[in-house]
């Protein structure tokens, strides 16, 4: 089955609004990210966040090995902050290093 | 700034013809990566090298080739092209672990239609 399960897949808001995306694994890892994918776009690293918590301007990424779920939080929503965002894991049987990424949230921000 | 280029942006191609698909990245990474992006599915790993002529397969190897001639270029090869590898490809490149600047550097594309 798959490794990396995120959620939701889809999510609207409006502008100013907070937006909490979920991102779940079923194997032990080294690592996890958080990507961002502008429309149609590439992809930008937002966090390397094996575990804890880390901050990034309006964008916070929690990480809970033993609970074996990430979480990005976006505050107070832009109409900048649209496209989609992948979380990718590590492996820890990994041989080399690999990521493994979920299919995606999919955010869109209204004006 | 890592730099990860990829071409064509943009390709047609036959079934049964061949496609290549080239990747540069210019930041003296060991690691280069090969993913391709379909609805529902997220990144999926094809093949990846570690340094200039290796190759290894990923998750989804089956109808591709890869090739690494030098640190710098990575070129993914569909000998026969399918009308199911119209896709999105993504070039990564990227160091081994380690720190906080572990990350992959993306390029921006290529999107493949195979009629």
């Known amino acids: 089955g798959q490794q990396v399960q995120q959620s939701p897949a889809s999510l609207v808001l409006q502008e100013g609004e907070n937006a909490e995306l979920q991102c779940n694994f079923s194997t032990s890892l080294n690592s996890m990210q958080w990507f961002y994918q502008r429309p149609g776009g590439s992809l930008v690293s937002l966090f390397y966040?094996?575990?804890g918590t880390k901050h990034s301007g309006r964008l916070t990424s929690t990480t809970v090995i033993k609970e074996r779920r990430s979480s990005l939080h976006i505050s107070s929503s832009q109409t900048t902050d649209s496209g989609t965002y992948l979380c990718a894991l590590e492996p820890a049987s990994s041989g080399s290093w690999q990521l493994i990424f979920g299919s995606g949230t999919q955010l869109t921000v209204m004006p | 700034e890592a730099a990860v280029t990829q071409s064509p942006r943009n390709k047609v191609a036959v079934t049964g013809g061949k496609v290549t698909l080239s990747c540069n990245q210019t930041?003296?990474?060991?690691?280069m990566y090969w993913y391709r992006q379909d609805t529902g599915h997220g990144l999926r790993l094809i093949h990846y090298?570690?340094?200039?002529?290796?190759?290894e397969k990923g998750d989804i190897p089956d109808g591709y080739k890869a090739s690494r001639p030098s640190q710098e270029n990575f070129s993914l090869i569909l000998e026969l092209a399918t009308p199911s590898q119209t896709s999105v490809y993504f070039c990564?490149?990227?160091?081994?672990?380690?720190?906080?600047?572990?990350?992959?550097?993306f390029g921006a594309g290529t999107r493949l239609s195979v009629l």
């Open positions: 930041n003296n990474h060991n690691n």
């Open positions: 966040n094996p575990s």
């Open positions: 090298s570690y340094g200039a002529g290796s190759t």
């Open positions: 990564a490149s990227g160091d081994a672990p380690g720190g906080d600047q572990n990350t992959l550097y």
